[in-house]
Structures are given as structure tokens and as C-alpha cells.
């Protein structure tokens, strides 16, 4: 046999497959589609839409994404719109519609990712003073062009799914019942921790809290995110919530004073703060559960029963930062954390805590799977909405038997580390 005449033989075949595979054309880009209510300076909108289309940055450079923003559906246009001059200066095009926005003009799906930002704009409240943002109606449109061409492509939703708890079930449900990863929230699970801690999966928790701030219905969504992307790491999973008791001032303050539990957490999610009210450049005594309630009068707090036993305590209080802390109930420890969340026009010139859900979304695109499930959102915008009822019956406890939502999370968080 002559092995040079099989060795230039394989070296011919293997030369002609390279060449082959150099010539052929690269696979093509997935293209997304941003729906949006509004587009103005620093709105969730314009967030998104330039780091899809600029750029961000990630891992100490700047990430171009390997994903195309192609289209736009922008509801609004107020007299400091940035939309329109957003999309002249990137080349994307503003459709009058989300179908047009879906289908590019060929009357079928022509997408291969869907982001939905409901947040901001001119839209009635109701008599809670819930904003009504159509988020639901949105994703409703977008479901319909998924039905109509036969094929359904990932989704993101920005915060909360809707107001009304039957939506946010059918939001998930339909996601499921046409095999979509979805993907919705916040930015404050995924934000950088100070210290970057994680809780191993199956820690045995007995109590989350989270110190927030900012206004019902719109910041709180942020606080309850901060704990529950701790809380579902404990020992068996999410079981779903209870009950929701919301307090103000007084009220709020004489209830946690028998909490004993609540209160050492309370403080040492304090303990975390960057921005605690001071008095000629420090504190004027030493952290307390008094000290807080002195500082804090008219502050706010949800108190949530799990159906396991497990609690969670969100504290809307006077600072400018979101702190956790949750409790070992084997150890008796304590993890705590800041995430961090730097604020434009405060202490720093851009939102990069919204990096890591636009790599999040680019990820779920390409790889046809979410970072985490969107029952965490589902059963945090239940939350908010059990809450804003005990708020507005005036403190009375709401119980939630039809809020029975189970599940697990992957091994690994999904936090920005680098």
C-alpha cells in the first residue's frame, strides 16, 4: 500500500473541506424588536435600545451584541422623545405597529427575539394609584403574530407583568402553552453584589429582607426582586406565598417592634446601606431598630407569609440603595449584601445595571433558553399587587391561596460578577 499516496490524498480532502467551509457564508445574525411605551433620556427605554445598539460594557471592554436590533413599536412620543432621533441615528426603523414592528413588513413573524419595556409614559391610574402600563396588552400582540406565523420566538418584559393578577398567570401560561423562553424583571437580581456574595442552593433560610426605597407599585417591585433572587435559593425550592400584610408609619413600626427575627436582619441589611441619613457627615448614634424608627417615621413595609413557613420583609425606608439580608436557621448566620444599583444624575453617568439584562436577553436569543424562570416574576408582581390592596384596605392582612407558585432555580445565580 503506498501510504504517501493516502497521506496527499487526505491532505487533498481536507484541504478542499477548509476551503469549503472558508467560502461558505457566515450564519446570520439573529435580529430582535423593541416594543416601548416611550423613549426619553434616561427611561428604561433608551436603555435598552443603546446598548443593543451601541454597545456596553462587559468583562473590562465594550461588548458589541451579537444579536441586531432591527425594529422598533413606540407607543408614545412627548415633547423630549428621543425615539424618533434614536432611530434615525442607528438606522432603525419605527413601525406603526408591534405587528409591523414583528413581522418587517413580510406578514409573518421575521424576528428571533421580542423585548417588551412597559415602563414610563402618560397612562391612568387606577383608584390604588397603580399605573396601568400595557405590558399584558403588549405581550397579547406580540402573542398574536406568534399564532398567526406558526412559530414563537423568546421574550423579555421588563418589571412586573400586569397589575392584575389573572394576567400576570396568563403571561406564564402562555409563554409554556408556546414553548417561548421568557424572561422578565428586574435589573436588581442581576446587578453586581457588594460583596459579591451567592446562597449555595438549598441554604436552609429562614427569613429574607430587603431595605429599599422609592414610591408603591414602582420601586417596591425592585425591593421584593432583592430578596425573592435569594429567598428561592432555600431549602426546597419557591412554594408560592400566603399572605401579604402592608403597613405605614406608626402602624408599620409597632408591628416590627415584636419581630424580634426581622429586626436583627433589618439591621444589618442597614449595615449595608452607602446612603444612611446623617448629621454633619455621620450618624448621629450607633444603628438600632430605635434609631431606624426615629429616622424612619413615616416609612412603609410589606410583611409576606410563604406557604412553607418562610417569610420575607421588604422595608421602604429614607436611604437611596437596595440591602439584603437573609437568615441561616441552622447556623443562625447571617448573609448580607448591597445590590448595587448606581443611579444616574446621583453616582454615575449611565445605568450599567441594566448591562447584564441586555446580556441576559442577548444570551436567551441565541441559545433559545432564559437565565432564570419567569415564575420569580410572576409570583413578585403578586406581591406587589397583594401589598397595594393591603395598603389601600388600610393595613388589612390579604390572603393569597390563588398565589400557589412552585419552582426551582439553576444551580448558579446569575448576578454580574466579572
Not at 433620556?41 to 435598552?48: D, G, I, V, W, Y
Not at 392582612?397 to 444551580?411: D, S
Amino acid at each position: 500500500m503506498n501510504t504517501k499516496l493516502i497521506s496527499r490524498r487526505s491532505f487533498l480532502l481536507t484541504s478542499a473541506a477548509a476551503a469549503a467551509a472558508s467560502a461558505a457564508p457566515a450564519p446570520a445574525r439573529k435580529k430582535i424588536a423593541l416594543i416601548a411605551t416611550v423613549v426619553f433620556e434616561k427611561s428604561h427605554a433608551q436603555h435598552f435600545i443603546d446598548r443593543f445598539a451601541l454597545g456596553y460594557g462587559w468583562g473590562g471592554e465594550w461588548r458589541k451584541p451579537e444579536v441586531d436590533l432591527v425594529s422598533l413599536y413606540v407607543d408614545q412620543f412627548p415633547e423630549k422623545d428621543l425615539a424618533r432621533g434614536r432611530s434615525k441615528r442607528y438606522g432603525i426603523p419605527i413601525h406603526k405597529s408591534i405587528a409591523e414592528a414583528l413581522t418587517l413588513g413580510t406578514g409573518k413573524l421575521a424576528v428571533d427575539g421580542v423585548v417588551i419595556i412597559g415602563e414610563h409614559g402618560e397612562y391612568p391610574e387606577n383608584e390604588k394609584g397603580q399605573t396601568l402600563y400595557p405590558r399584558y396588552e403588549f405581550f397579547k400582540e406580540v402573542l398574536k403574530v406568534f399564532e398567526s406565523s406558526g412559530r414563537s420566538v423568546p421574550v423579555f418584559n421588563d418589571k412586573h407583568l400586569s397589575t392584575d393578577w389573572k394576567k400576570c398567570v396568563e403571561m406564564v401560561a402562555d409563554s409554556k402553552r408556546l414553548n417561548f423562553p421568557f424572561l422578565a424583571g428586574s435589573s436588581l437580581p442581576v446587578t453586581r453584589r457588594l460583596p459579591a456574595i451567592d446562597l449555595p442552593l438549598g441554604t436552609p433560610l429562614a427569613e429574607s429582607v430587603c431595605v429599599g426605597y422609592g414610591g408603591v407599585e414602582k420601586y417596591d417591585f425592585h425591593g421584593l426582586e432583592t430578596a425573592q433572587c435569594m429567598s428561592e435559593r432555600r431549602k426546597g425550592g419557591e412554594v408560592g406565598i400566603k399572605s401579604v400584610l402592608a403597613l405605614r408609619g406608626d402602624a408599620m413600626w409597632q408591628h416590627a417592634a415584636g419581630l424580634k427575627q426581622t429586626q436583627r436582619l433589618l439591621l444589618a441589611a442597614l449595615s449595608r446601606s452607602h446612603t444612611l441619613p446623617v448629621k454633619e457627615g455621620y450618624p448621629t448614634e450607633a444603628i438600632s431598630f430605635e434609631w431606624a424608627r426615629k429616622n424612619f417615621p413615616d416609612a412603609y413595609a410589606y410583611f409576606i407569609e410563604h406557604r412553607d413557613g418562610f417569610r420575607t420583609t421588604l422595608f421602604m425606608l429614607g436611604v437611596r440603595d437596595f440591602n439584603y439580608a437573609g437568615l441561616n436557621s441552622e447556623t443562625g448566620e447571617i448573609a448580607s449584601c448591597q445590590m448595587f444599583l448606581p443611579m444616574p444624575a446621583s453616582v454615575a453617568t449611565t445605568a450599567d445595571f441594566f448591562n447584564p439584562l441586555v446580556h441576559h436577553i442577548e444570551r436567551m436569543v441565541l441559545e433559545n433558553r432564559a437565565a432564570y424562570p419567569p415564575e420569580r416574576t410572576l409570583l413578585t408582581s403578586g406581591m406587589v399587587i397583594a401589598a397595594v390592596e393591603s395598603l389601600y384596605q388600610n393595613g388589612k392582612a390579604i390572603k393569597t391561596p390563588e398565589m400557589e407558585v412552585r419552582y426551582t432555580v439553576p444551580g448558579e445565580s446569575t448576578f454580574w460578577r466579572d
